[in-house]
């Protein structure tokens, strides 16, 4: 049906999780099991709490600063190096090409060095990506140090999430994926604050103490996070290593069930166009207030600040929302409201439609991250929560790779982002679709025949 589409989707799955033996997901659901079903005080159980934590942190750093700040920082690396937006778009695309690359390593290298190791690394190329840039003097060095710091991103992000199916069950997924995705929104918060009064109080090179001061921030998470990860819950109690299955029927995730691709596929694209639409807004919005709305950049951060708080609310609201009516209708709903968002700031309809798009985009902005990560452990389990996490976030990052690229190149030939904003609603009504015919979970959790 989709043949490329199937080719790209296997792929992670090669040379990963053919290896795993059923007797240890079995071990490991009841890990999981044998926590939720402890008193709070004591220490596995609420060590998966500093799991979430620690989430928070991660993307605190491998999004929220390395990723979403950039959007704060294009108007002073346009004056300062006299950059075109369509070379700014190219940069932010040469970051998601990294992470793209990263996803298909990142399975690899989470079932040999596990998720602690693979983490801690991702966070170290950022910090020295994030450094590198601060101290470049043009286009192709911050070109080939923002892919590195893609890279190290998705090193970060794919095995933190991954460890959600690790340390709950399905029914505090939601709720723990969105508090980790809360990361991103405080960074957001904290770069809209900070970034333009500093880079104000500065001059033109304003922007190279900006990248700077990331970068530490980032090595500062880094500490902190190393210290803290754990693989698993036999990493805090090894006794978890011996403890034999009770009674109880395994959770569903722990079927032994063969992968089913067609369905992977349809998760993988409507991520896809996710990553293909939010990178334009988040990218260009501080842009576009400022050249359209002729905002001061000062003026253009507290707004992204406050868009930064609404994505708090995403997070943690739409991922809880989804454990009580499900996914997929709460995907479709949060497409919905993104593509109102889109079509309001592509219409340049006036400041009061800018401020409605802005918090309609900011309460929905990171709960398809959220939701998709708890999606993916659901349909196909712990057992291959890794691959396929790492799969249909590839097809997110194939996504990512278009968006920047193409609102640049758009955005220098017609003078505006008008149309890349009116091309990102049309991509998430689509995904609106797509969303009500994913099958329900009780369709496709049977067992393999």
């Known amino acids: 049906m989709y043949p490329v589409a199937y080719a790209a989707a296997a792929f992670p799955f090669a040379g990963i999780a053919i290896e795993q033996k059923k ?45 979403f700040a950039y959007g704060m ?76 710091t893609g890279i190290g991103s998705g090193f970060a992000n794919v095995p933190m999430m991954v460890l959600v199916s690790h340390w709950f069950e399905q029914r505090q997924r939601g709720l723990a994926a969105g508090l980790m995705v809360a990361g991103n929104g405080s960074a957001i918060i904290l770069s809209g604050l900070m970034l333009p009064s500093l880079i104000g109080s500065l001059g033109v090179e304003g922007w190279r103490t900006g990248w700077w001061i990331l970068s530490l921030l980032v090595l500062a998470v880094v500490i902190l996070v190393a210290l803290l990860v754990r693989n698993d819950p036999a990493d805090i109690n090894p006794k978890l290593k011996q403890q034999p299955e009770d009674d109880l029927a395994p959770i569903l995730d722990d079927q032994d069930h063969k992968i089913n691709m067609p369905l992977l596929v349809k998760l993988g694209l409507v991520y896809l166009m996710f990553g293909a639409t939010y990178t334009i807004y988040n990218t260009f919005l501080v842009s576009t207030m400022i050249d359209r709305y002729q905002y001061t950049q000062t003026e253009a951060g507290l707004l992204w600040a406050w868009l930064g708080l609404f994505t708090i609310i995403s997070s943690i609201g739409f991922g809880s929302l989804s ?96 149309f890349s904003y009116l091309v990102a609603a049309s991509l998430t009504g689509a995904a609106v679709v797509m969303c009500a015919m994913l099958p329900s979970h009780d369709a496709v959790r049977q067992p393999a025949d």
């Open 23 to 67: 007797e240890n997901t079995s071990i490991q659901s009841e890990q999981v099991r044998h926590i939720n079903r402890m008193p709070l005080f004591n220490s596995e159980a609420r060590y998966k709490w500093v799991i979430v934590f620690s989430g928070f942190l991660s993307l605190f750093a491998c999004l929220g600063i390395a990723r």
């Open 73 to 148: 920082l294009i108007p002073g690396l346009r004056d300062g190096l006299q950059l075109g937006y369509d070379q700014l778009g190219f940069i932010s695309t040469a970051n998601f090409a990294g992470y793209l690359a990263a996803v298909l390593i990142a399975p690899g290298m989470i079932h040999r060095f596990g998720a602690r190791v693979t983490i801690t690394l991702g966070l170290l190329m950022i910090t020295a990506g994030l450094y590198a840039i601060s101290i470049s003097n043009s286009y192709l060095p911050i070109l080939v140090m923002y892919g590195l």
């Open 323 to 418: 454990d009580r009516i499900g996914r997929r209708l709460t995907m479709a709903i949060v497409y919905a409201m993104q593509t109102a968002a889109y079509l309001m700031v592509g219409f340049e309809a006036g400041e009061t439609l800018l401020f409605v798009s802005i918090f309609l985009y900011g309460v929905t902005a990171f709960a398809i991250p959220t939701i998709m990560a708890a999606t993916v452990g659901e349909y196909f389990g712990k057992r291959w929560a890794s691959a396929a996490f790492a799969t249909v976030t590839f097809f997110f990052a194939g996504g990512q790779i278009f968006g920047p690229g193409f609102a640049g190149v758009m955005a220098e030939w017609q003078g505006s982002f008008a």
